[in-house]
């Protein structure tokens, strides 16, 4: 009874899917850095800085990137860039919070959920918090 009652509680708190996300730095020439940008942004980043090189026309670009986009970001870089912007290096860095209510099946969150659920085999309809409390007087 107890583990039901503590998913139900779960459940009643409105939980939210969390995503992993890397810190990236892209090097790139200032003819280059539209595109570069243009790129950071399909992805979902989020640009920390911009620096220029002393002396030079390079700039070094830091972004967080969701990893779940990093899937064929280094192929678009380079084809935005016409080959000139250079992927530095990519680290985990932390997580947030995934947009959406995993709850709403309309959402991105939500598909990710029924995806989930689907190739698990549970039923496709999201349980409810009201299933799993038991009331102390058995109702």
Same mark, same amino acid.
């Given at each position: ?47 920390? #800085? ?20 990093? #899937? ?34 309309? #959402?991105? #969150? ?30």
């Amino acid at each position: 009874a107890a583990r039901r009652n503590v998913h139900g509680c779960v459940l009643a708190s409105a939980p939210r899917l969390v995503e992993p996300v890397y810190v990236v730095e892209v090097e790139t020439p200032e003819h280059a850095l539209e595109g570069t940008l243009l790129v950071l942004s399909q992805h979902r980043s989020t640009i920390l #800085s911009e620096k220029t090189k002393p002396g030079t026309c390079v700039t070094i670009v830091t972004a967080y990137l969701p990893v779940q986009e990093a #899937s064929g970001f280094a192929v678009a870089l380079q084809s935005h860039a016409n080959g000139h912007a250079l992927l530095l290096g990519t680290a985990f860095h932390h997580w947030q919070l995934f947009p959406g209510d995993p709850f709403d099946s309309t #959402s991105k #969150s939500g598909q990710i959920v029924l995806n989930i659920r689907k190739r698990r085999g549970l039923k496709m309809e999201m349980p409810k918090w009201e299933d799993f409390v038991v009331c102390a007087n058995g109702l």
